[in-house]
């Protein structure tokens, strides 16, 4: 789904994540990398398939659009280092054409050094064109993108039926991206006039509002 920003024409991928191709740049929000592993730790017993399927997703979307920039909006990483972010820094240092970009978020705790051994460099915003990304939303006199909320929507159908999906949120002055990774939340939020919503289905994304 091809949709323009203040002039820039952004294309809205299926997998949850935007291809900027005026700068050969993949944007994509709070993959969580470890959040799974987390979980298991404490208890809770959730298949580190989850974790492998953002990396397969990834590569996935490297190998069709070949990046030259990957921007990462914040949570990159849950919480502390664990052997899914071993994986992930791995899968990184496979990747010596592209420029890796982390805007930091607040679960990105890690220690720098893992960062640097996964080839990522940390800003706390990136400017590029009319754009001002972060990881949650500012004021700023610039076209605001962030991540952080992991978006969604309620649809709803003819009768009672509904159904709560992520979304690509756009208003006039800001967008919010969906979260990239598999095991997260989300928060619901409802557009108005003039707000632009796309749906990223299995296949396709669809605009919904």
Same mark, same amino acid.
């Given at each position: 789904m091809?949709?323009?920003v203040?002039?820039?024409e952004?294309e809205?991928?299926s997998d949850k994540?935007i291809?900027?191709?005026? !700068?050969r740049?993949?944007i994509?929000a709070d993959?969580h990398?470890?959040?799974?592993? !987390?979980? #298991?730790k404490?208890?809770i017993?959730?298949p580190?398939l989850v974790? #492998?399927n953002?990396?397969?997703?990834?590569s996935?979307l490297?190998l069709?659009?070949?990046?030259?920039?990957?921007l990462?909006?914040?949570?990159l990483?849950?919480?502390?280092k664990?052997?899914?972010w071993?994986?992930f820094?791995?899968?990184c240092?496979?990747?010596p054409?592209v420029?890796l970009i982390?805007?930091?978020?607040?679960h990105?705790?890690?220690r720098?050094?893992?960062f640097?051994?996964?080839k990522?460099?940390v800003?706390?915003?990136?400017?590029?064109g009319?754009?001002?990304?972060?990881?949650?939303?500012?004021?700023s006199?610039?076209y605001?993108?962030h991540?952080?909320?992991?978006?969604?929507v309620i649809?709803r159908g003819?009768?009672?039926q509904?159904?709560?999906?992520?979304?690509f949120f756009?208003?006039?002055?800001f967008?919010v991206l969906p979260?990239?990774g598999?095991?997260?939340?989300?928060f619901?939020?409802?557009?108005?006039?003039g707000?632009?919503?796309?749906?990223?289905?299995e296949?396709?994304v669809? #605009?919904?509002?």
């Amino acid at each position: 789904m091809q949709f323009e920003v203040k002039e820039e024409e952004l294309e809205l991928l299926s997998d949850k994540a935007i291809y900027w191709r005026k !700068h050969r740049m993949l944007i994509v929000a709070d993959l969580h990398i470890g959040k799974a592993a !987390h979980f #298991r730790k404490y208890g809770i017993q959730v298949p580190s398939l989850v974790e #492998r399927n953002n990396l397969w997703r990834l590569s996935g979307l490297i190998l069709k659009k070949k990046p030259k920039k990957i921007l990462f909006l914040g949570d990159l990483s849950h919480s502390e280092k664990n052997a899914a972010w071993d994986e992930f820094a791995d899968f990184c240092q496979n990747l010596p054409e592209v420029e890796l970009i982390l805007v930091k978020g607040n679960h990105d705790i890690i220690r720098p050094i893992n960062f640097l051994r996964a080839k990522i460099e940390v800003v706390d915003e990136c400017l590029l064109g009319p754009f001002l990304f972060t990881h949650d939303r500012v004021d700023s006199k610039h076209y605001n993108f962030h991540g952080h909320i992991h978006p969604a929507v309620i649809l709803r159908g003819r009768g009672r039926q509904s159904l709560r999906v992520p979304c690509f949120f756009f208003s006039t002055q800001f967008a919010v991206l969906p979260s990239f990774g598999d095991f997260t939340g989300s928060f619901v939020l409802n557009p108005k006039k003039g707000d632009a919503v796309f749906y990223p289905g299995e296949r396709e994304v669809i #605009r919904v509002f």
